[in-house]
C-alpha cells in the first residue's frame, strides 16, 4: 500500500510546525517542529531544543526559552513537558504530571529513555531528532498517547513496537491506535554500510536499496512495518516523507553538519 503522506506545513504558526492531517482529523495536539521561530544564534539558529554535545554548545536559557515557545503553541508552559536524555536505547517511560519539567525547567536530570508515554492530559511529551525518526503514537478516542526517537538503533530494537504495546496494554484497540512519522533523513540520502543490514529484522530487508557497494535505508518505511507488524491498519500511519539532510533551510541534520549544530523537537499531548 503506498504511503499516507498528509503532513502540511503551517508556516504561519508559532512557532512554525508541520502536522499530520490524520491526527488532526482525531483532534489530536501535536507538533513537529523545524529549525525555525526560536531565539538560539550561530549552528543553533534558531528553534534549537538541546545544548548540543560538540565543540560549541547553545544555552541553557535559549534552550528553554525556546521549550516555552513550543509548550505556548498548546496553551501550555515550559513546565508542562516531559523530556529524557536519549541514548539510542528501546526504552519507553510512563510519565506523568510529577514528570513535567524535569530538564528543562526543573534542574532534576532528566531520565534515560527514547520514548514516553501518559495517560494523562495536560502531559507535553517531547522527543528530539536531527534526523532520525520521531514517531508519535495516539488514540482515537484520547486515552493515550506516546513519542518516540527511532534512529536505526530503536527500528531495529521495536521501540516504535514497545509503544504500540504499552497503549495495547492500556486497552487501546489497534484500530483505535494511530501513528504519524515525522521528518527524519530520506531513504534517498541515508547510506548505510551492509553490516546494518543483518542488524534489523529480516522482514525489514525490503527498506534497503543497493547502493555503490553500500546500502540506502529508509527509516520512514522501516517505522511503517513495524507498526504494521503490530497489528496498526496501514490507513492508521502518516508521514511526512521530508528529508531532513536534503531541507537545510528547515531542519537540523545531524549527517549534513555533525555534532556542532541545533536538535529539531515533535510534541505530543491528550
Known sequence: MARRKDFCFEEASAPPRFISALF???????????????????????????????????????????????????????????????????????????????????????PVADGLFTTESGVLLSVRTADCVPVLIADKKGRFCAAVHSGWRGTAAGISARAVALARGAGIPPEDIIAAIGPCIGGECYEVGGELRGSLPAYLSGCFTPHGGKFL????????????????????????????????????????????????SSFIRI
Open 217 to 264: 535505508l529508509d527509516l520512514t518505511e522501516a517505522n511503517i512495518k513495524v507498526l504494521e507488524n503490530c497489528g496498526i491498519p496501514s490507513h492508521n500511519i502518516s508521514c511526512a516523507d521530508e528529508c531532513t539532510l536534503c531541507r537545510g533551510e528547515l531542519f537540523f541534520s545531524h549527517r549534513r553538519s555533525g555534532a556542532v549544530r541545533g536538535t529539531m
Open 24 to 110: 488532526a482529523s482525531y483532534g489530536v495536539c501535536h507538533a513537529f517542529f523545524t529549525r525555525l521561530g526560536g531565539v538560539s544564534e550561530g549552528e543553533f539558529a534558531s528553534l534549537n531544543f538541546a545544548c548540543g554535545s560538540g565543540e560549541k554548545r547553545d544555552t541553557s536559557g535559549n534552550v528553554a526559552a525556546n521549550y516555552a515557545a513550543a509548550a505556548r503553541s498548546f496553551g501550555l508552559s515550559a513546565g508542562d513537558v516531559c523530556r529524557v536524555v536519549q541514548r539510542h536505547t528501546d526504552i519507553v517511560l510512563r510519565v506523568s504530571h510529577a514528570d513535567c519539567g524535569v530538564g528543562v525547567t526543573n534542574e532534576s536530570p532528566a
